[in-house]
């Protein structure tokens, strides 16, 4: 069954400029702004601008220019907050959650950057 997006989610609203939202990058596909609960001391939110639901729907549907504009965001942005371990910074963690089982609670594609402290392990065990 095809992707449905729903254009009322808060991410839809805050690209229709219905919402405000403290934009850390904009460029022609890709939109990148601060959480507003961040988890780490740099907690970036980056959203391609096209109705895309999660990453296997974007990886399939969205243009090679939208999927190049989106990765070297994410690029840029780690380097404009200093994080890139080749560059001397201290690293970052990238996660991008869809449907239910990965508990994706806005369904439109979206990435966190998460830097700025030792994130911790990247999945809790539970028995």
Known sequence: MPYSYDDQNIFAK??????PCNKVLETEHTLAF???APKAPHHVLVIPKGAYVNHDHFASQASDAEIADFTRSIGRICAQLG???GEGGNGYRLIANAGNDGVQEVPHFHMHILAGRNIGPMVLMRD
């Open 14 to 19: 805050i690209l229709r400029n219905e919402i």
């Open 34 to 36: 601060a959480d507003i």
């Open 83 to 85: 994080v890139n371990p």
